[in-house]
Nanobody, 121 residues
Framework: QVQLVESGGGLVQTGGSLRLSCAAS????????MAWYRQAPGKQRELVAA???????DYADSVKGRFTISRDNAKNTVHLQMNSLKPEDTAVYYC???????????????WGQGTQVTVSS
């Protein structure tokens, strides 16, 4: 199995910054794409940013130019640097990893427990 543990959420004022981190552990053979999703109250979960194992990135239009996703393949970690935060960024942020384990060679989606980000106006 794979466990994802997020950290770095919290309360920040408009215009502030936060850095989220996610560490994957367990019987990991390889992690493919890693990503951050978010879910605001009453809304569907949405993709915020994704990064492949080779470093290619993709961002939601709403965060382009403000958020930066990065990863450390050796440590199986992914980070999300969030700058110029807005109240509409308030949500629970979830780490996602598509991983192959030593138990199953089929890539599967794994999720963290979520971390709250609140941006006050």
């Amino acid at each position: 199995q794979v466990q994802l543990v997020e950290s770095g959420g919290g309360l920040v004022q408009t215009g502030g910054s936060l850095r989220l981190s996610c560490a994957a552990s367990g019987s990991i053979f390889r992690t493919n794409a890693m990503a951050w999703y978010r879910q605001a109250p009453g809304k569907q979960r949405e993709l915020v940013a994704a990064i492949t194992s080779t470093g290619a990135t993709d961002y939601a239009d709403s965060v382009k130019g403000r958020f930066t996703i990065s990863r450390d393949n050796a440590k199986n970690t992914v980070h999300l640097q969030m700058n110029s935060l807005k109240p509409e960024d308030t949500a629970v942020y979830y780490c996602n990893a598509k991983a192959v384990t030593y138990v199953s060679l089929v890539p599967r989606d794994y999720w963290g427990q979520g971390t709250q980000v609140t941006v006050s106006s």
